[in-house]
């Protein structure tokens, strides 16, 4: 089982930039790929960006690609994503989340575990 706690989250104006965290328990995180997605009021849970186990493969969704860099730390057991640029279509909750697999997906349904979630929320 591999619980995901993120913190990080909260209000920047356009153009700012949030650091978001997410730790994990369990001793299979090092091997796990790990994911961030987003989900804004209405509208359905979608891709951020994703991690392999060891950090060598990065996945971005288009929309944030070059604004946003994805990094993990496995002797901390946590993953972090570094938001710069911030714009008001980046608001969303921003969710963690953990796969049985070392590298990482896009979809939603290859992720076994998930977090709570963290808001984001972009003044303009």
């Known amino acids: 089982q591999v619980q995901l706690v993120e913190s990080g989250g909260g209000l920047v104006q356009a153009g700012g930039s949030l650091r978001l965290s997410c730790a994990a328990s369990?001793?299979?995180?090092?091997?796990?790929?790990m994911g961030w997605f987003r989900q804004a009021p209405g509208k359905e849970r979608e891709f951020v960006v994703a991690?392999?186990?060891?950090?060598?493969?990065?996945y971005y969704a288009v929309s944030v690609r070059g604004r946003f860099t994805i990094s993990r730390d496995n002797a901390k057991n946590t993953v972090y994503l570094q938001m710069n640029s911030l714009k008001p279509e980046d608001t969303a909750l921003y969710y963690c989340?953990?796969?049985?697999?070392?590298?990482?997906?896009?979809?939603?349904?290859?992720?076994?575990?998930w977090g709570q979630g963290t808001q984001v929320t972009v003044s303009s």
């Open positions: 369990g001793r299979t995180f090092s091997s796990s790929a």
């Open positions: 989340a953990a796969r049985r697999d070392s590298f990482g997906s896009a979809r939603i349904t290859d992720y076994d575990y």
């Open positions: 991690i392999s186990w060891n950090g060598g493969s990065t």
